[in-house]
């Protein structure tokens, strides 16, 4: 989930997967794939920030994750 601020500077969570499109209409206007529309405070270069961050430390916790985890059989052996 990405933080965001509505232009009433109120907070919410918003899960990146659901965005459809950014526009920049002097307000940054995130739409969703189910068809609802936020106007953020933050520039369209902000909210693709924040998802790339998102993405990076989603894709380390699941290489950690996978680094940590015991090897199992390979190839249909059994243990």
Same mark, same amino acid.
């Given at each position: +989930? =990405?933080? /965001?601020?509505?232009?009433?500077h %109120? /907070? @919410? +969570?918003?899960?990146?997967? /659901? =965005?459809e499109?950014?526009? +920049?209409?002097?307000?940054?206007?995130?739409?969703?794939?189910?068809?609802h529309? @936020? +106007?953020?405070?933050?520039s369209?270069?902000?909210?693709?920030?924040?998802?790339v961050? @998102?993405?990076?430390?989603?894709?380390?916790?699941?290489? =950690?994750?996978r =680094?940590?985890?015991?090897? %199992?059989?390979?190839? %249909?052996?059994?243990?």
């Amino acid at each position: +989930m =990405i933080r /965001l601020t509505r232009l009433n500077h %109120g /907070l @919410f +969570m918003l899960n990146p997967d /659901l =965005i459809e499109h950014l526009e +920049m209409t002097p307000d940054t206007v995130v739409t969703l794939t189910n068809g609802h529309q @936020f +106007m953020v405070r933050e520039s369209a270069e902000e909210v693709v920030e924040r998802i790339v961050e @998102f993405r990076r430390t989603v894709n380390a916790h699941c290489l =950690i994750t996978r =680094i940590a985890e015991p090897a %199992g059989p390979k190839g %249909g052996e059994e243990a």
